[in-house]
């Protein structure tokens, strides 16, 4: 009698983790609150996978000795709270799979910069000629990966929702970028439990395992310097570090490794600005961890393009400069993104809003910005915070009204910013929706 494994979720994450559960023996089946595609009905159909939709049924769900939740399921719904009540363990696609791969594991989590962290990691180790796979929160599933392709190195970008539900997972190299309030409607409003549970990613590394971590951020090195971990530290910043770690300088980075220093040109670098820095202080990181050359590094960095919906400089038109960042869904993301931009500033800004303090923004939208278009169904809070810096702001239903709002009053040389600070599910899919939505509307003008 196989054990029954029940995955909740026929998104990505729930179909890659029915493909390794069938692999592995168990006795799959998929339920979904909503709807699941069609194409994913026909897969599960080809693995002979029982699946239901448009709610949950109880009595076969409690039946389970497994649950993979979806990590877009929180954790304090009926559903989740009895499957806890009768002792069955609940897991993360991300811990689910880590536990059929003998690969190295490559855990990349923070608040801001993760995915151009991950990606940039995986490029870096790619070009090396390793034989490396990218999963987790960034759309390709970590389990079908496993089940389908299992490689020498996985990148995965972790998001605190899976690293919610691990027990044993264990990254050899686990990196975070940085902590800053984000989410915060999962945790209670609590920013501690936020913290708490990024730090998750390092709770099964022993010392012989790395935590790459960003010792410019003061909250992650707080919350370093409170926990027990055996893991092996290497801080990434601007300043020289004691003893092993990575700094930059105005065109290098240097990386104090083993009593020898490496030094790495970025004068070619193609992405702009100190966090970007940052990502890429940490990737290094890892690279060299890896055995990656200075020169393979090198060339690489010259070769990264950057993260679509992410600081994206999208067009030009009549010497106004549109930039879709799309993919600021949160407070310190819109942060970077104004901190970037050098002239005056349209910004287009708002969505569904995860208990965000905009307050950190007002000195630079008192500096930079003439104007903010709200785009959302909900803009109370930010007419309430930035009404009383910003001469004009206009409330919009749509991105293409937002778009031509923001073209008639950005003058020459200034910018139009797309980036909204909060998630989008109020008036797009995703992040994805809403930056093509803009570039569409943009390119309409």
Same mark, same amino acid.
């Given at each position: ?11 990505? &994450? ?11 023996? %168990?006795?799959? !089946?998929? &339920? ?26 109880? +009595? ?26 009768? +002792? ?11 536990? =059929? ?7 990349? $989590? ?6 151009? $962290? ?42 605190? !929702? ?6 044993? !997972? ?14 915060? +409607?999962?945790?209670?409003?609590? %920013?501690?439990? =936020? ?14 395992? !790395? ?17 027990? &971990? ?8 601007? *300043? ?21 220093? $490496? ?75 104004? +901190? ?45 915070? %930035? ?8 409330? $919009? ?5 937002? *778009? ?26 995703? =992040? ?5 939505? %803009? ?7």
């Amino acid at each position: 009698m196989s054990e029954k494994l029940v995955i909740l979720g026929g998104g990505e &994450s729930g179909i890659g983790s029915a493909v390794l559960g069938v692999k592995q023996g %168990f006795d799959v !089946f998929v &339920s979904d609150a909503g709807t699941i595609a069609q194409e994913v009905q026909k897969e599960l159909n080809q693995l002979g996978v029982s699946f239901e939709e448009g709610g949950h049924d109880l +009595d076969v769900i409690l039946k389970a000795s497994l649950v993979m939740k979806s990590p877009g399921i929180p954790d304090h719904i009926d559903l989740i709270q009895q499957i806890r009540s009768s +002792d069955i363990k609940i897991v993360s696609e991300i811990e689910f799979a880590s536990q =059929y791969t003998d690969a190295t594991l490559i855990g990349i $989590t923070g608040s801001n910069g993760k995915t151009t $962290t991950t990606l940039l990691t995986h490029h870096l180790l790619k070009e090396s000629g390793l034989n490396v796979g990218v999963a987790g929160n960034i759309g390709y599933s970590f389990a079908r990966q496993v089940a389908e392709s299992d490689r020498e190195v996985y990148v995965l970008e972790i998001s605190s !929702f899976q690293l919610d539900d691990i027990h044993k !997972f264990q990254p050899e190299v686990s990196v975070i970028t940085n902590i800053t309030p984000d989410h915060l +409607d999962r945790y209670q409003n609590n %920013f501690s439990k =936020y913290i708490a549970s990024k730090m998750r990613i390092i709770e099964n590394q022993t010392t012989n395992q !790395f935590l790459v971590f960003n010792a410019e951020d003061p909250v992650l090195v707080e919350a370093l310097n409170g926990c027990s &971990s055996k893991v092996k530290t290497i801080p990434f910043g601007f *300043v020289k570090p004691d003893h092993e770690g990575v700094y930059a300088t105005n065109d290098q980075i240097i990386v104090q490794q083993d009593n020898s220093n $490496t030094m790495i040109q970025t004068t070619h670098f193609q992405l702009q600005g100190r966090h970007n820095l940052l990502n890429a202080m940490a990737a290094v990181s890892v690279a060299r961890l890896l055995k990656v050359s200075k020169d393979s590094i090198r060339e690489s960095l010259m070769s990264f393009k950057g993260v679509p919906h992410r600081l994206e400089q999208f067009l030009r038109i009549q010497n106004v400069n549109y930039i879709n960042d799309s993919k600021a869904t949160n407070v310190n993301a819109t942060f970077y993104a104004l +901190d970037s931009v050098k002239s005056q500033t349209v910004w287009i800004a708002g969505g569904i809003d995860k208990g965000n303090d905009y307050s950190a923004l007002l000195p630079l939208v008192r500096e930079k910005v003439k104007a903010i278009v709200c785009l959302g169904i909900d803009n109370k809070k930010l007419l309430a915070v %930035f009404g009383p810096v910003v001469d004009i702001i206009v409330e $919009t239903q749509s991105i293409d009204e937002a *778009v031509k709002i923001a073209h008639k009053i950005a003058d020459k040389k200034e910018t139009v910013l797309l980036s909204p600070a909060c998630a989008s599910f109020d008036l797009f899919e995703n =992040y994805e929706d809403r930056g093509n939505q %803009f570039k569409q509307a943009v390119q309409k003008l």
